[in-house]
Each structure stands twice: as C-alpha cells, then as structure tokens.
C-alpha cells in the first residue's frame, strides 16, 4: 500500500458517505428523524470531530500500516447484508460485503481483525515488495524480458471488455493483453506483487511458458502413454484425447494454437499436461463411473 | 501551487477542460500519485491518473469485478 500523507479527494468523499451512513444509522437509533441533525449540529460536529481523533490500531500490518475503525455494519438497503470497512492509515477502505459464515461469527466476536483483514482486504496486509524489487523483477521464468508492460482501461467502445481494465505486456515480438482480475489489479496497486509475477499469471500459457503448465497433472491411474494428440486431416488441427482402457476413450478436444505451440515447437508442455487441461473433468468422471455403466454408454456411441 | 478545490476539478473535468492526468496533478494527491508512479516506475499520464482515480473511489469498480474474485462484492 502506498503510503499516503493526505487523503484523496475521493477518498474524502467516500468518508463523507461514510459518515452520512453513520449519522442515517444514528438517526434511526434515536427515532427523532430530520430535526436530529438541525438540532444537534454541535454534537454532530463532535462526533466528526472524535471520529478524526487518534485511536489505537486495531492491528499493525507487516508494512508497519495501523488498521483503525475495523467493523461491520449491515446494509441500509438490504439489513441481511452486511459490510467490512477499516482505515489504513487513517485512508478508508472500501467496505466489502461479507459471507454469511463471517457476518455470524463476527456477532459472536468469534473472528479477529487480522483474519477478517486478511480475507477482505489481502493486498493491504500482504508484505509489499520495495520500489526496487518492483522495478527490476521483468525477466520470466524462461529468460526472457518483459520490455513493456502496464495497466489500462479499454476505451474501445466496440469491445465486450470496454471500460474494463487490462493488462498489457510486449516481450520480444509478442504483443499481448487481457481483462485483468480484482485481485491482480490490487495486488499491482499496492504493490504486493511484480510485472514478472503478473505477465507469468496473466500470459504463461500465450507466452509457451512451462511454469504455466506446471499445474496440470494426469489423475492418477492415467498414463501419458495413454494420452493420444491426432492431426485433423480435414481442417488439420490438433485433437487431442485420452484412452481410458476398459471405459473407452474421452471425446476428443482441440487444441488452442498456443498449447500446440507449447507442445510442439516450445516443448514446453507434454501430453499429459494439456490431456489435464482439456480433459480433466471427463477422465474423473469416467473414472468415477461404473466400468459397465461407462461400456455400455461406449457402445451406443 | 495551491491545489484546487475537488468541486472545481470535477467541473473542469466534466466540462472537459481537463483530462485525468490534470484533474490529479492539480489536486491534493498530487504528490501521492507522483510517488505512486515513481514507485510503479510508470510516468505520469493519463492511464495511470485514471486508474490511481479509479483505485482510490469505492463505486468506480462495480463493474470490474470477475466470476472468480470471490467475497469481492462491492455495493
């Protein structure tokens, strides 16, 4: 998290908001309805005022940011819905919604800031890398170097993705962007993680990467051996399927452009790897299956 | 420089007298934002004053949200 000396002017209008929705829930409380505020205005004042007083953090974070006004508060609109908020450094936080699991387990007091920050707020509170780390992690797990790389909002209106933010990274030749997720764009705003750590994630699989296909791995009971990857003669793409022995084989999938690049050029994803990527789901659930269940289908087919 | 007042910048902004970019560096977060870009080795510019904007204000991400940011739900 960046620290931040002053608050931003949307932040201030977000603690306005804030307070307007304290002061709705305080009105509620004492039932006394709009001549509250006009009444009460130096006791308003106070409570703005105390507010803005120093308080005890709540938690410190492994960057040294005090957490203060941790809580949660249910929805004005929908009561059944409750929301997360604190402060970090004295900078509201976006309020979050919360699980149904956490809303009981808070009324109990059975749930701490830290774990309740850690969940709603994981890239406030994760160790952020230096400046200079940030700057200089580029290279990829291959050896290449990310030569561009940066975060903007689509503003082709023709586009499904526009007024979304993307990520975008040219290594070499290649020219690559896509929609990014919540959780990478704060972990790129608060500087919890690396351009190299972001192309990987984002691209691994567009970049031939073998990090990126690291995660695949054949059930077990399945050999690579097993695993079949078949020109199409008539369109001349890959296809690429498993024979499951005795409970036939799986429907066949095509492969993506960059997985056959991956396969058979980069090398650097086998059979057994994209047979995991495609066709997962499928060798489970024969595997699952009865064995004469699963001939017998065979057969109809 | 005095920074202006957020009334007057959003009007400029709406009115499109200025773009992002002007909108931050003539506001108090001026000196954040800058520190923001040095630290993300960005230069100031349009994209990074409008995503630094868009980071710092609850509604603008409403719609950013993915089918896989769970308990993300913002309101």
Same mark, same amino acid.
């Given at each position: 998290?960046? =620290? ?12 306005? *908001?804030?307070?307007?929705?304290? =002061? ?9 309805? !709009? ?23 709540? +938690? ?24 997360? =908020? ?15 699991? $956490? ?14 920050? !850690?969940?709603?707020?994981? *890239? ?29 909002? !689509?503003? $082709? ?26 959780? $990478? ?8 993680? *690396?351009?190299?750590?972001? #192309? ?23 050999? +690579?051996?097993?695993?079949? #990857? ?39 994803? $086998? ?8 066709? +997962? ?19 109809? #087919? | ?16 007298? &200025? ?45 950013? &949200? ?10």
């Amino acid at each position: 998290m960046v =620290t931040k000396k002053k608050k931003t002017v949307k932040q201030q209008r977000a603690e306005q *908001t804030a307070t307007k929705e304290q =002061t709705a829930e305080k009105t509620a409380e004492v039932k006394t309805g !709009e001549k509250f505020h006009v009444k009460n205005e130096p006791a308003k004042k106070e409570m703005e005022k105390a507010q803005k007083e120093y308080r005890e953090p709540q +938690m410190i974070t492994v960057n040294g940011g005090k957490v203060t006004h941790a809580h949660a508060f249910p929805s004005k609109d929908k009561p059944e819905d409750w929301y997360y =908020t604190a402060r970090l450094d004295g900078i509201q936080l976006h309020p979050i919604k919360m699980s149904k699991e $956490d809303v009981t387990a808070y009324q109990k007091k059975e749930i701490s800031v830290e774990k309740m920050m !850690e969940k709603y707020y994981p *890239t406030k509170v994760a160790k952020q890398v230096t400046p200079e780390q940030f700057k200089a992690d580029r290279q990829l797990s291959d050896g290449r170097t990310i030569d561009k790389m940066n975060v903007y909002k !689509e503003k $082709d209106e023709t586009k499904q993705d526009f007024g979304k933010y993307k990520l975008y990274a040219q290594v070499g030749e290649q020219k690559i962007s896509q929609l990014m997720s919540w959780k $990478d764009l704060n972990a790129y705003f608060d500087r919890v993680t *690396t351009p190299a750590k972001l #192309v990987e994630k984002n691209f691994g699989e567009r970049l031939h990467l073998a990090s990126a296909y690291e995660k695949y791995k054949l059930p077990e009971g399945i050999k +690579m051996n097993d695993v079949r #990857v078949s020109k199409d003669k008539q369109n001349g793409k890959w296809n690429i399927f498993v024979n499951m022995g005795e409970v036939g084989n799986t429907n066949k999938k095509t492969l993506s452009f960059d997985d056959g690049y991956s396969l058979f050029s980069a090398k650097t994803a $086998d059979r057994g790897q994209l047979a995991a990527k495609y066709l +997962m789901n499928e060798m489970t659930s024969l595997l699952n299956h009865h064995p004469a269940e699963t001939q017998n289908r065979g057969l109809k #087919v | 420089m005095m920074a202006e007042t957020y009334e007057k910048l959003v009007q400029l902004k709406q009115e499109g007298e &200025i773009g992002w970019l002007d909108f931050v560096l003539r506001g108090e977060n001026s000196d954040d934002f800058k520190q923001w870009c040095e630290d993300h080795g960005t230069k100031p510019c349009e994209d990074a004053a409008e995503f630094y904007v868009d980071m710092t204000d609850r509604k603008m991400f409403d719609h950013q &949200i993915l089918e896989d940011d769970d308990n993300e739900e913002w309101y």
